[in-house]
């Protein structure tokens, strides 16, 4: 007899109810509901997860200060950051050689050089630590994302709408608008021997990017439309070259070594179409002053037709990490500790399979729910919205302090959309439950207790830490693909950009996968043990 | 069994036997020095703990663990020629023991929660009912084991560093520790990880005597051991970033580093006596309880 | 040193619930000491005093005059079996009892002996996980049997055991008392102790009710009750009203009388010739007196039956 009968106190009508689908199935339920918060150790289990990671949380976010230290006026040293065009915050610090271009034109000019100069060792520093003559002691070397080329910007306040092509240190002509949008084109560093031509034109407000290895056989990059370009826009060489970091390898934590760099490019064979406003060029130091992610020092010559353009900076999406040269705080930071609320609810998840094992009940349950694909699932269903509910909690309470405190210590917390910011939060219960699925699931399939908490944390938790510890970025994206540990990437609220370069890692909030993509990785692994668990449940005497 | 009830039979006392015969209690004359309880229960122990085969395959799991891992990450690092890499390859190599704890923290806490779940603790405070010594018999018996385990692990390992490594580029030409055990700092990270897996399985032992459940315990040995690392990933004040590496239970892992020690946000060996007060604490608080509280 | 176990104004709570109130009893050498009393009645946990598995909140329990636990080698002196099912399921039955072996410092060849005695020859190397419950009783059996000890303590021994097990059990616990072991059995149910126990320690809601041998504790239930059996009852009723009688009616034709023996009721009914059937005195099983005494006492007392109502 199903409970309905007991309900509704008629057998032989409430047998066919039992043995409808969804009916049974929700009194199946709601039996694992009434054992799971029966037992007060689960339900302050998952209190304990939600709580640890809350309070772990909030420590964490008012302790990742890095910059600006706890002034009186909270952010006193973080200037204004610049806001793309899309919401997100983004560099735009360049050496700008520019004239007004009204209308519809093009520019185009051969770039024979472009070289890049390194900061000596130099961390790079935070705001009114860096070096005081920023070019002095630099020396040479490869900048994988100097950049310089010629640009055609809606204004030279920061944060305008631009589109450009350029050549860059070791990824070839690029042509980038708007920040976030990279296309690739000639691959190959450049030199006098192998010069390449560059070309933009504008046309209403679509502007194409073409590249040529010999200025007369030219190829398409990219176009961009940008909507609502002013009629005038600025246009002509630029340079610029971001914080230089390099990732070594350093045992007991990754050690990024850099510093501010320095790009100086040669152009020559400077063609303008159109109605070009002015009849020289005027250099300026976009977004370099004081507090800019760069040297602050830049400059242009011009000399028997060719131009020389040197700039530090960058024009990207300011990304978390040590590139992003400010104090930077992702709104996703103190939820990192979910682990360890993850292992509080993992612990619960295991324990509500396997001690029904332990003490023979599982064949009291089976006795009054004979259907075991159905028991397994009930049980899913419960400890996974109690730890999504747990996970919420953590997560929206967190969250919000988190920023605040962040704020508050002088960070600039990276703007995301509201679409993002509810897929961080709910993504971060979803994670804790559906790790909650795959502890129910290892539990079934295990019936130990110890066997199925170690493996889950092992498989969670242990693959993170080797990536952030001890594995070389390689290896450590191969682990954050594979293991479940990549589903913590439905925590990450800003993209990961190849074209900046970023050596954030996980820790810094950069993994290997897309979140959607990461998360499906660790459903696939829960699908894949409840499947398994089902088979077993069934084939195996209880 | 109906055939010779023991009542009936000659006790044992009137038999000549190949040991000490038991005496009945009304006879006996003084108890039995305590040294020799303690080798008994020792025995005990040991017998318990072979007789369940999950013992040996942990045991073994240990060093698959240490080894594979260990292994696997020395694959995945290289050196090429002409770059610079800050790389300690003795730590490197001995990278496993990360993985392999969680097998030393499981063996230890099962050791004291697989009777609490089965309720044969109380046959076995029957048997031995002085509760600190029962602890610390299963103490010195797991420290024992474990330490021969954690012996052939990174013995494993360190031959795996000594095959795999120069092949990657961290010859000691370029400058690369070496792994000659004569070195004495090879020969503290070799034996300071021996001692620091047994530090482990002793922290394990003494939470599992604390919590009592089996899954519990191991969430909470696996959280306090990861909780630190994973925080102090996240954390990028370098002062908590300092203090979160200084006393984390897995600053014992420090005792592996043989370069850059200046570096360290705690001394090989002070990391180790960090362990070593996580340990004696967990122990204590388990021994406590353990002795307060009803079986 | 007596072999006794001495229990004195024993009290315990395990939150609002009391479980011990001032227990107190003595278990002597040389006889199996009955431990009855309703479920519920502190039987299990002054067991589990006694070895010291449970801290009471007042009084104590020795063991040959000391604490359990400052016993070395305590199972050479009592030897007890609370809960047969605790042992780990992995391990076989004999490496079960060789690990209890070395635990006090007993020779392997005693695991070979009470494998022998306990009938468990058979299945020693199996893992006692599969056992039945009569076998886990039997290797409990076997283990408190290790240390040859002077006291036997046993919970429920007879749960489990089928009836050939039954008389088994009995026999052995005589067979112990005889020899002059001192041997404490708990039950739930008089009955299993009713040709076993000499003595009776009945005990309710904590503490003893009665503290007697079963010869005793018989003689003052039974009361000097007879049945008489009689078509004429009225008149027997004024007959023997008028000696001064107690009189329940029983039955349509048969009545109790108390305050008389049976020899006096056959007299004077035949005296004023009242025809009767039968005349007996009734006997009292110990069932029925430890009901009698635990009546007030019984914790878990299951409701009267009654008929479903459909």
């Keep these: 007899m199903t409970p309905a009968s007991i309900v509704h106190g008629r057998p032989a009508a409430s047998r066919q109810a039992g043995g409808s689908q969804g009916g049974g199935f929700r009194y199946v339920v709601r039996a694992e509901w009434i054992k799971f918060r029966s037992v007060r150790g689960w339900v302050i289990g998952m209190i304990v997860a939600a709580l640890l990671t809350l309070l772990l949380g909030v420590f964490l976010a008012g302790n990742a200060n890095i910059g600006c230290g706890a002034t009186l006026s909270g952010r006193a040293c973080l200037p204004k950051i610049p806001i793309g065009a899309d919401g997100e915050a983004v560099t735009d610090t360049f050496y700008f050689v520019r004239q007004p271009l009204a209308g519809n034109g093009s520019l185009t000019v051969r770039v024979t050089s472009l070289a890049t100069r390194i900061s000596a060792g130099g961390q790079a520093g935070p705001v009114g630590q860096g070096p005081r003559n920023p070019l002095a002691n630099m020396y040479k070397g490869t900048v994988p994302w100097a950049k310089a080329g010629i640009i055609i910007t809606a204004s030279t306040r920061q944060g305008s709408a631009y589109a450009a092509i350029m050549v860059t240190g070791s990824h070839g002509v690029r042509m980038q608008y708007d920040y976030v949008h990279d296309a690739a084109g000639l691959a190959g560093e450049i030199s006098s021997a192998a010069p390449r031509w560059l070309r933009l034109t504008r046309n209403g407000d679509v502007i194409s990017g073409y590249d040529s290895a010999d200025g007369k056989h030219w190829d398409l990059v990219g176009t961009a439309t940008l909507a609502g370009l002013p009629g005038t826009v600025q246009a002509g060489p630029f340079a610029t070259s971001p914080i230089y970091n390099e990732l070594q390898p350093f045992f007991g934590g990754e050690h990024i070594q850099g510093g501010p760099s320095q790009a100086t490019a040669v152009m020559d064979d400077i063609t303008r179409h159109g109605h070009w406003l002015a009849s020289k060029w005027t250099g300026d130091n976009i977004g370099g002053h004081g507090n800019s992610p760069g040297t602050g020092v830049g400059y242009f010559r011009q000399s028997r037709g060719a131009v020389t353009v040197s700039g530090s900076g960058n024009i990207a999406p300011l990304v978390p990490g040590p590139g992003s040269f400010y104090p930077t705080a992702t709104i996703e930071r103190p939820l990192s500790v979910i682990f360890i609320g993850l292992i509080a609810v993992v612990v619960v998840a295991a324990m509500f399979v396997t001690a029904e094992y332990r003490r023979g009940l599982i064949r009291v349950t089976f006795a009054a729910t004979p259907n075991r694909g159905r028991v397994l699932a009930a049980k899913a269903v419960v400890v996974a919205s109690a730890a999504f509910v747990a996970g919420l909690v953590a997560s929206v309470i967190t969250v919000p302090i988190g920023i605040s405190r962040a704020r508050n210590q002088g960070q600039f917390v990276l703007p995301v959309p509201l679409l993002t910011e509810v897929r961080v939060l709910l993504g971060t219960a979803a994670l804790v439950a559906v790790a909650a699925i795959l502890a129910v699931a290892v539990g079934a399939i295990l019936r130990r207790s110890a066997a199925a908490v170690t493996t889950v944390i092992v498989l969670i938790v242990l693959p993170f830490l080797l990536s952030v510890a001890v594995l070389p970025t390689a290896a450590a994206d191969w682990v954050l693909r594979l293991t479940p540990a990549a589903g913590l990437a439905i925590e990450q609220s800003i993209p990961n950009y190849p074209q900046v370069g970023s050596v954030a890692g996980p820790a810094g909030g950069a993994y290997p996968l897309t ?19 089902a088979v077993l449940l069934r084939r195996r005497d209880a | 069994m109906t055939q010779a009830l023991p009542g009936e039979r000659p006790g044992p006392t009137r038999q000549a036997g190949d040991r000490p015969v038991p005496e009945p209690a009304g006879r006996r004359a003084l108890p039995h020095p305590a040294l020799t309880v303690s080798r008994d229960a020792l025995r005990a122990e040991w017998l318990k703990l072979r007789t369940v085969s999950s013992s040996a395959w942990l045991l073994a799991g240990v060093v698959a663990l240490t080894l594979g891992v260990g292994a696997a990450v020395m694959a995945a690092n290289r050196c090429p020629a002409g770059t610079t890499c800050q790389v300690d390859t003795v730590k490197l190599s001995l990278t496993g023991i990360q993985a392999g704890q969680v097998v030393v923290a499981v063996l230890a806490v099962l050791a004291v929660t697989s009777e609490y779940s089965t309720g044969m603790i109380r046959t076995t405070l029957t048997a031995m009912p002085r509760r600190g010594m029962l602890l610390a018999a299963k103490s010195l018996l797991i420290a024992v084991l474990v330490l021969a385990a954690a012996v052939v692990a990174v013995g494993a390992s360190m031959l795996a560093g000594w095959l795999i490594l120069p092949d990657h580029g961290f010859t000691a030409a370029r400058g690369f520790t070496g792994l000659s055990l004569a070195d004495g700092p090879v020969l503290r990270a070799t034996t300071g990880s021996v001692l620091y897996l047994g530090l482990i ?20 040995a696996l959280g306090l051991l990861y909780l630190f690392p994973v925080v102090e990933a996240f954390v990028s004040n370098p002062v908590w970033q300092r203090r979160l590496e200084r006393y984390s239970p897995m600053a014992g892992l420090n005792i592996q580093a043989t370069t850059g020690l200046k570096g360290l946000a705690i001394g090989p060996w002070a990391g180790l006596g960090v362990l070593a007060i996580w340990t004696a604490v967990a122990l204590l608080a388990g021994g406590l309880v353990m002795a307060l509280r009803d079986a | 040193m007596e072999p006794t176990i001495e229990v004195a104004g024993l009290r315990k709570r395990f939150g609002s619930a009391v479980a011990l109130d001032g227990m107190s009893f003595t278990v002597q050498p040389g006889q199996v000491t009955g431990f009855v009393g309703p479920n519920g009645a502190g039987k299990s946990t002054t ?31 009592l030897g007890s079996m609370l809960d047969a099912g605790a042992l780990q399921p992995s391990r076989s039955a004999r490496n079960h009892l060789r690990w209890l072996a070395c635990s006090q410092g007993l020779p392997a060849s005693r695991v070979t002996e009470v494998i022998q005695q306990a009938g468990l020859q058979d299945v020693a190397r199996r893992k006692a996980g599969g056992f039945s419950l009569g076998m886990r009783q039997r290797l409990g059996i076997a283990g408190a049997m290790l240390g040859d000890p002077e006291i036997l303590m046993l919970d429920e021994p007879f749960n489990g055991l089928d009836p050939e097990g039954i008389v088994w059990m009995r026999g052995f616990l005589r067979s112990l008392a005889r020899h002059g072991r001192a041997v404490l059995v708990s039950s739930h149910l008089m009955s299993e102790l009713e040709d076993t126990a000499d003595h009776l320690v009945v005990v309710g809601r904590g503490k003893v009710v009665a503290d007697t041998s079963v010869a005793a504790l018989l003689a003052a239930a039974a009361g000097g009750r007879v049945t008489l059996r009689t078509a004429a009852v009225p008149e027997a009723v004024t007959v023997l009203d008028l000696a001064g009688t107690t009189i329940t009616p029983s039955g349509p034709d048969t009545l109790t009388i108390s305050g008389l023996p049976a020899e006096r009721v056959v007299t004077l009914l035949s005296e004023n010739a009242v025809p009767f059937s039968e005349v007996s005195a009734q006997r009292v099983t110990l069932e029925q007196a430890y009901l009698e005494l635990t009546r007030d006492v019984v914790e878990f007392r299951a409701e009267p039956a009654q008929e479903v109502a459909q």
Excluded: H, K, N
Aim: with cysteine.
């Design chain 1, 515 to 533: 979140p959607w993509a990461g998360f499906g990785v660790l459903c696939l692994y829960a699908v894949v043990a409840l499947a398994l668990a």
């Design chain 2, 201 to 220: 399985a002793l922290l394990s032992l003494g939470i599992g005597t604390l919590v009592r459940d089996s899954a519990v315990a191991i969430g909470t």
């Design chain 3, 47 to 77: 067991m589990r005093v006694i070895l010291g598995l449970d801290a009471p909140d007042e009084g104590r329990a020795l063991v040959c005059g000391r604490r359990y636990a400052s016993l070395p080698q305590p199972m050479r002196y």
